[in-house]
DNA sequence: CGTCATTGCGCAAGATTCTTGCGCAAACGC
DNA sequence: GCGTTTGCGCAAGAATCTTGCGCAATGACG
């Protein structure tokens, strides 16, 4: 996994292509990053199996869907024995209103992207499943008002 | 944009499938929805022209890339005005490190999803560009750990 | 209850794309 | 200088995409 890829220039253009529209035929694609289909497909191919390209993902309009609220949350745990941080792991993984977590170090012990359908929802979350769960200690919340950027994980 | 869409349950099928591969061939989706392959890529093409579907991505493997360090920082003004805020929206942009972000309310102003090389680039960002930064109040940061969950943006 | 418009499916066929094997040229090591 | 390796492009068969069309189910309306 840790394994630094060595990549040229036309695998990097591809990467970016990808980030920017993860669809794209192969065809297209080769004409982009300027080699022909075959060896073009060979390289994502290659970028796939190596784990470079973890997977491709539509991005949803969550309003259009009902989700209006989008709140990131900073848990700090009482303990955090490797048992403890494990077990609230477990537990995110259970809350579909948690879409993304991280363990992160600093102030707090999680991180959490949240999404909800409208605030009711998202604070009856905090205060009766987040709060409430054993060994939490502390919740800090931030409602998003708007998405100010989105650019892929990785540039150059 | 904000149009509540009413979609059927093929739709969602057809929603869940496409965040957990969003490559995959349109036969193939059209089999695991239930329907055939015609009615299958003018349902998919409505949502992408409805915005429901905003894009596709690739997801990459930012250790293998180089990139260590992931982390978010939460970023309060002294100001917050309409003006300062975009003023400080647009900076977001030009700096590559910054991944995502969005303007926040609760303590603080700004939550960015920062990704860096190395623990040094992300160090030198934020005392000599963040920190340094006109307006900018207070920045607090979470280096993650590892992540937890990742799912894609909207489940049902 | 009958009729008509609407909606959305599946079939079919041509266009496009994917996928594989193969030959060839450039780069490299010995 | 020679053999190996690497990676490109060509070509052809397989798979997929894309479009038009016919048909059945649903619901509105007289």
Redesign the interface.
Known sequence: ?????D?DAIDWKI?RE??????MTNVELSRRVGISAPPCLRRVKRLED??????????????????DV?A?C?VGLNRQSEVDLKAF?DR??NW?I???????????D??LHC?APDLGTFQGFVIEELTSSPNVDTV?????????????????
Do not use: C, H
């Open positions: 996994m840790p394994i630094k890829a990549l990467l990808l980030q920017d529209d993860g669809r190596e784990g470079i390209i973890q997977r491709y993902r539509a991005l949803l309009n969550a309003p259009a869907l009902g989700m989008v990131f900073l792991a995110t993984r579909p948690v879409r993304s977590a991280w363990m992160v170090s600093g102030e707090s999680f991180m999404l800090r919340t931030a409602l998003t008002i708007r998405q100010v950027k989105d650019d892929g994980l990785v540039a150059i």
